[in-house]
């Protein structure tokens, strides 16, 4: 085997068999997650970005942070999906965690899957072009 990562979708509830009861438990523990793999020699750390769910949303803080608190671990996405994003802006938030990462930032990005929310991206204030599909804004949008 050559490398070996994780990925995480941080999920969190407020149950009492869960350690990660809240967004703030689940972004602490995933730094900590993170710190502790590159510790034992895991090569990747990676974050599931999920809008609408009990569960990591936004990346780009919580690589910043993970770029900081290690040396050697890359660390990246499991996928951002492209509906929800304004290109520019997470290319910025994106080179500001790759240079706090010393470059050991890898993203994983798509056009996403509608099952979570059908109309998400309406929510972060885009719409389709006249005669596009979602689907097509996303590829549009990479």
């Known amino acids: 085997m050559k490398k070996i990562g994780f990925l995480s979708f941080g999920h969190w509830a407020?149950?009492?068999s869960y350690k990660t009861r809240t967004a703030a438990d689940t972004l602490l523990q995933s730094i900590d997650l993170a710190v502790a793999a590159e510790e034992i020699g895991i090569d990747g750390a990676y974050f599931r970005v999920h809008h609408f769910a009990q569960q990591?949303?936004?990346p780009f803080p919580l690589l910043a942070a993970?770029?900081?608190k290690t040396s050697?671990?890359?660390?990246?996405t499991g996928v951002i999906d492209m509906r929800y994003e304004n290109p520019l802006y997470m290319v910025e938030d994106a080179g500001s965690a790759d240079l706090i990462?010393?470059?050991r930032l890898q993203?994983?990005?798509s056009r996403g899957s509608p099952e979570?929310?059908?109309d998400g991206w309406s929510y972060f204030?885009?719409?389709p072009e006249k005669g596009e599909t979602d689907a097509d804004m996303a590829v549009r949008k990479h």
């Open 14 to 16: 407020n149950h009492p």
């Open 56 to 58: 990591l949303a936004s």
């Open 66 to 68: 993970v770029g900081a």
């Open 72 to 76: 050697k671990i890359e660390i990246g």
């Open 101 to 103: 990462s010393e470059g």
């Open 107 to 109: 993203l994983g990005i």
């Open 116 to 118: 979570q929310v059908i």
């Open 125 to 127: 204030g885009y719409e």
